[in-house]
């Protein structure tokens, strides 16, 4: 935990024994950081602030959405910023803010084990940079809010930027023809659209947030117009994700476009080769046809002649004058008779 008191001069880091004391001056305002809220934390948050056990619970668990409440001495904001993880997932990075008369509390929320250590303090690191710098000179804690805040809202300009650098390359492959396996460039389109849906969320929720804080009395005149530009900032962080997230929808239309005309193509070229098949079995037929009535029509003169060239002693026809030339005209008629059906069947 972090106690400093900024002042004209800048900042300077105090003992936690100071605090209570600090509290009590007029010279300053008092920054309290809290990297991470432990049960040391918590209990300064509760008996040296006297916060509310629902706002100490809410630093100590992970808030999934963004939330605002106003007490009677101090506001209470959870916001979020984005980092970017493994096969697109976005992170919620959570910081969470105590706004009072004379001091400021940032908490930063549970983070993931997934995320760098430090990128949970990249705002309030980046800010305190500027006041040791000279850049910065808050003299109100809402002024200080403002400076973390802005800070936090560049983060998922930051952010926006990088997926829409992503969409760009997406769409000159999806142009250039070189898209590669389908399905991963699927799903590298769908987590584009992921993180940029995640950050327009963020921007959406934080913007209504600030927006009801705009209207509170008890801020004074200056706290309102910072509270406004900072309901402006995160609105146009919305309207930016919005607009890209359009850019990226167009893409995956004319992707998919571009997969229903192969596909098409692919279902003609298919079709085609599988009439093509039809009419070689249907030839195939045909050709069988004629060769089986050809067969049949032969197979009756064969037959005839099978039977009387057997060599028995007591056939019929074995000593009968006309029994050759009946014979041939049995083939004959019989050969002739089938070569007629199979003619009119259209065999032949």
């Given at each position: 935990m972090d106690v400093r008191l900024v002042n004209d001069e800048g900042v300077?880091?105090?003992?936690?024994?100071?605090?209570?004391?600090?509290?009590?001056?007029?010279?300053?305002?008092?920054?309290?950081?809290?990297?991470?809220?432990?049960q040391d934390a918590a209990r300064v948050l509760s008996e040296v602030?006297?916060?509310?056990?629902?706002?100490?619970?809410?630093?100590?668990?992970?808030?999934?959405?963004?939330?605002?409440h106003a007490y009677l001495d101090h506001v209470f904001v959870v916001l979020h910023s984005p980092e970017g993880g493994e096969r697109g997932h976005v992170h919620y990075i959570e910081l969470d803010q105590f706004v009072g008369r004379n001091y400021l509390v940032t908490v930063h929320g549970p983070v993931n084990p997934a995320v760098a250590p430090g990128a949970a303090l990249r705002e309030t690191r980046a800010v305190l940079a500027r006041i040791q710098a000279g850049r910065l000179r808050p003299t109100t804690p809402f002024e200080l809010s403002y400076a973390i805040v802005t800070t936090l809202i560049r983060s998922q300009e930051d952010y926006v930027e990088t997926v829409t650098s992503d969409v760009w390359q997406l769409e000159q492959r999806v142009t250039g023809g070189q898209v590669g396996d389908p399905e991963d460039f699927l799903n590298e389109l769908f987590r584009a659209r992921h993180g940029l849906l995640a950050v327009r969320t963020m921007g959406a929720l934080s913007g209504a947030i600030y927006g009801r804080m705009?209207?509170?009395?008890?801020?004074?005149?200056?706290?309102?117009?910072?509270?406004?530009d900072i309901a402006d900032q995160f609105d146009r962080v919305r309207s930016l994700a919005d607009g890209e997230r359009e850019y990226l929808q167009g893409v995956?239309?004319?992707?998919?476009?571009?997969?229903?005309?192969?596909?098409?193509?692919?279902?003609?070229?298919?079709?085609?080769?599988?009439?093509?098949l039809t009419e070689a079995s249907y030839t195939q037929n045909e050709e069988i046809k004629k060769i089986s009535a050809w067969a049949a029509i032969l197979f009756a003169p064969t037959f005839i002649g099978t039977v009387y060239g057997m060599n028995f002693d007591h056939m019929p026809e074995l000593h009968w004058i006309l029994g050759y030339p009946m014979a041939l005209v049995l083939m004959a008629v019989l050969s002739l008779t089938l070569y007629m059906v199979f003619k009119r069947r259209g065999w032949l």
């Open positions: 300077e880091q105090r003992p936690l024994q100071e605090l209570p004391e600090l509290l009590e001056r007029e010279d300053g305002l008092v920054w309290v950081d809290i990297p991470s809220c432990d602030f006297g916060f509310h056990p629902m706002a100490i619970h809410d630093c100590v668990e992970r808030n999934r959405v963004p939330k605002m705009s209207g509170l009395t008890r801020i004074s005149r200056g706290g309102q117009r910072l509270v406004a995956i239309e004319f992707y998919q476009t571009v997969l229903t005309i192969k596909s098409a193509l692919i279902g003609q070229a298919q079709s085609a080769e599988v009439k093509r």
